[in-house]
């Protein structure tokens, strides 16, 4: 399946996903990269391996981005078959959710639908975590919808918050598992192992 990565920040979920394309963990490669930071760590990594980069959207900051409509026809172009969102902090234009119907999925580091929404981003998620008490937190990975974080929940993981625990660890015990559970829902999409429950729950079915 061919892959499309949106990417904000340092990409450490992109490069995850990337090296389980290269094992053969997930049936996919990435096509291009799409970023509103062109100058990000996950854009550099992308470059440095010849992955093409894309700028979106048009702001004062990046005046050579692309409009939503040139956007979907670029990555209609490249043949995308899903969109992962990997630490992308815009919101994702109508036009694109709705030329790739149930084939954007995203990955947030609490359990939804706790600590979700527009808010709740980068280390704001796990302040507000620590600051709950919950005793319990962890990545949750989602097919995308027009708004933050709503979207139908196709996996989570649970990872302990500890009484002591800064900002800082508990964000890097999320991440940890935020990089081998992506990777095993991503392996799962380009395997079409997601099958949808009467309700209109996605489950991943696990391999035969
Ligand atoms: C991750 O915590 C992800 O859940 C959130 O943004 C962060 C991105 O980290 N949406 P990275 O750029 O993949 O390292």
């Known amino acids: 399946k061919n892959l499309a990565v949106f990417v904000s920040g340092g990409g450490s979920n992109f490069r995850a996903l990337r090296q389980a394309t290269l094992k053969g963990d997930v049936n996919g490669s990435f096509v291009v990269l ?9 854009a550099h990594y ?11 959207p048009s ?13 979907v ?30 084939s954007i999925l995203n990955i947030h580091p609490s359990l939804l639908p706790a600590f979700g929404g527009k808010g709740y981003y980068g280390t704001k998620v796990h302040k507000a975590v620590i600051a709950s008490g919950a005793r319990y937190s962890g990545p949750t990975v989602h097919f ?14 649970i990872v302990p ?4 625990d800064t900002v800082e660890e508990l964000a890097a015990r999320v991440l940890r598992q935020e990089h081998k559970l992506y990777a095993e829902v991503v392996a ?21």
């Open 46 to 56: 992308a470059r440095e391996n010849g992955i093409p980069v894309l700028i979106y």
């Open 188 to 208: 799962a999409v380009c395997e079409e192992r997601v099958i949808w429950r009467e309700d209109g729950v996605p489950i991943i079915q696990s391999k035969a």
């Open 161 to 164: 918050v500890l009484a002591n």
């Open 73 to 102: 026809t670029a990555l209609i172009k490249y043949e995308i078959d899903f969109i992962l969102l990997a630490g992308y902090l815009k919101v994702i234009p109508s036009e694109l959710i709705q030329a790739y119907p149930n």
């Open 59 to 71: 702001t004062k900051g990046e005046p050579n981005g692309l409009s939503s409509n040139d956007l």
């Open 144 to 157: 995308v919808d027009e708004n933050y974080d709503t979207g139908h929940i196709l996996a989570q993981r």
């Open 34 to 42: 799409v970023t509103n930071k062109h100058d990000c760590g996950g």
